[in-house]
């Protein structure tokens, strides 16, 4: 049985914090780094919302089973702020499901940035707005499941909360943090010493299982890691005739943020190199590039490709491994190793070389200038990477700041241009695939690629399409409101001939 802590309890609030906060800030923590797992428990109003939209959800993939056919696995996802086609129908109560687990999802992150010494609002900047503008779909999601008894057993799975692909060992989740609801056990998770447990086995329809994700983990510099979980092998619920409802919260970061990682050096901890700023939009797209290479090899090829990432980084050579300092104090010992920070004061300490065990001359230290340079430049490049990163983002928000006067300005005057270029908004897919689009952006479009052509190579869930920027072959994951159509050659001959005809012949 994992720890269960109530919400009330870890809830935010202004002033000192309390003993009761305090005590179930340090069971929540605890219980994740002992289990990789915890529990909230909600009130009893939340708790009462969470078994209505069980309930609802379930109802609403068995009536939609009727259609689409008997034994079928049913997944919906909900992000608020996103327009509904009139032919899309969704299971009630998403919206207050959304907003309950998105305030406990909130609250449990502000507990883990208390426990490592840190803010509790450190992490906002990575968050949706609260409220949420008006216009602007939220980066988190709200999955509903439905899993018959014939898809019970890990059987025909598309994920074990839905949404998510099949790993071989189990799955991680990609953003900050997942709350789970579900109607009967059936998740397993993987402890830190890897030895797999029941782990929603005594919750109830108003507990919520809490996992954390790989952007969490990167954001923390590994002191939060990703917990692995899967579907419970040979687990066959006996609960609501067979089936299994689950609601499951993943919060997600926005993608135009950066996960940095200098508050938890701000704190006192010791960062590993690997840890490097970068944009939430790059970090899923590598998450997504190794999925899907892992799951188009062989079981051979991945155990190989294991062994070449242990290959050692160029970071991690340039770095201390007890400090995780760069090496701008190397020093060559008298055996030809070279070791700067906790670790050079180490071998001087004993007298032996942590690498060949060789007696060392405390006395005959040379500074090795090569790799100092070395260490030093690939600082600067971080350093660099970091003020552009920071620079962008603020350059953003100033522009959003000033544009958006002008739009409300626009709404209030009836201006027609304000209404993204004709398209209708609730249309998800007005684009097909191969088709040639011109990316004209939006607040979380990369700079870079706004202005560019591209070719649509797939479409994607929720009015996301993967794109191939013409000219440098770049891929980039993109919705539709930030794309536009491009009007083709027989469109613009009929609109404008003679002057066409101009152009072409100078």
Not at 35 to 53: K, P, Q, T, W, Y
Not at 243 to 251: D, E, H, K, P, Q
Not at 351 to 377: F, H, K, Q
């Amino acid at each position: 049985m994992l720890p269960r802590v109530r919400l009330s309890d870890v809830a935010p609030y202004d002033g000192a914090p309390a003993g009761p906060y305090l005590k179930a800030v340090e069971a929540l923590s605890g219980s994740l780094m002992r289990h990789n797992a915890a529990v909230i428990e909600l009130g009893s109003e939340d708790a009462a919302i969470m078994r209505c939209g069980l309930e609802a959800a379930r109802l609403y993939f068995r009536t939609k089973s009727q259609t689409v056919g008997k034994g079928s696995r049913g997944v919906y996802m909900y992000r608020a702020g996103r327009a509904l086609e009139d032919w899309d129908s969704s299971p009630p109560c998403m919206a207050d499901i959304f907003r309950c687990m998105g305030k406990a999802a909130r609250a449990a992150l502000f507990a883990i940035a208390r426990h490592l010494r840190l803010r509790s609002d450190v992490f906002n900047h990575l968050l949706d707005d609260t409220p949420l503008p008006a216009n602007e779909v939220s980066s988190s999601v709200l999955v509903a499941t439905y899993s018959p008894a014939s898809l019970q057993n890990g059987k025909g799975a598309i994920g074990a909360i839905g949404g998510g692909k099949p790993a071989m060992n189990g799955e991680v989740e990609k953003g900050l943090l997942t709350l789970i609801s579900s109607d009967s056990p059936g998740l397993q998770v993987c402890d830190p010493n890897g030895r797999w447990y029941l782990a929603d086995g005594g919750s109830a329809p108003g507990d919520l299982l809490l996992i954390t994700g790989k952007a969490l983990s990167h954001a923390t510099a590994g002191l939060r890691p990703a917990a692995l979980y899967r579907a419970a092998p040979d687990f066959v619920s006996c609960s609501n005739g067979g089936g299994r409802t689950s609601l499951a919260f993943r919060l997600m970061p926005q993608g135009n943020a950066i996960l940095d990682c200098s508050p938890i050096a701000a704190a006192g901890h010791v960062i590993p190199q690997s840890y490097v700023p970068i944009s939430v939009s790059q970090f899923m797209d590598d998450l997504s590039a190794e999925e899907d290479g892992l799951c188009n090899r062989s079981d051979n090829t991945y155990l190989v490709q294991n062994n070449l990432n242990k290959e050692p980084s160029l970071r991690s050579v340039l770095s201390d491994p007890l400090s995780g300092a760069f090496l701008d104090d190397a020093m060559v010992v008298s055996c030809g190793h070279s070791f700067g920070g906790l670790m050079l004061r180490k071998v001087i300490d004993t007298s032996r070389c942590t690498i060949c065990s060789a007696e060392i001359e405390t006395g005959s230290l040379v500074p090795n200038l090569a790799l100092r340079a070395a260490a030093v430049a690939i600082k600067q490049e971080d350093d660099r990477r970091l003020f552009h990163n920071a620079a962008l983002r603020k350059r953003r928000k100033e522009m959003g700041d000033q544009m958006d006067p002008m739009r409300r300005s626009n709404r209030e005057n009836g201006d027609a241009t304000t209404t993204d270029d004709g398209l209708n908004r609730g249309v998800q897919y007005p684009f097909s695939v191969n088709e040639k689009v011109l990316i004209k952006g939006n607040r979380r479009t990369p700079e870079k690629f706004v202005g560019k052509e591209a070719v649509i190579t797939s479409q994607c869930l929720n009015g996301w399409y993967l794109l191939n920027i013409i000219g440098s072959g770049e891929n980039v994951r993109l919705q539709y409101r930030s794309l536009r159509k491009i009007l083709n050659s027989q469109t613009i001959e009929d609109s404008c001939p003679s002057h066409q005809v101009q152009n072409s012949s100078s």
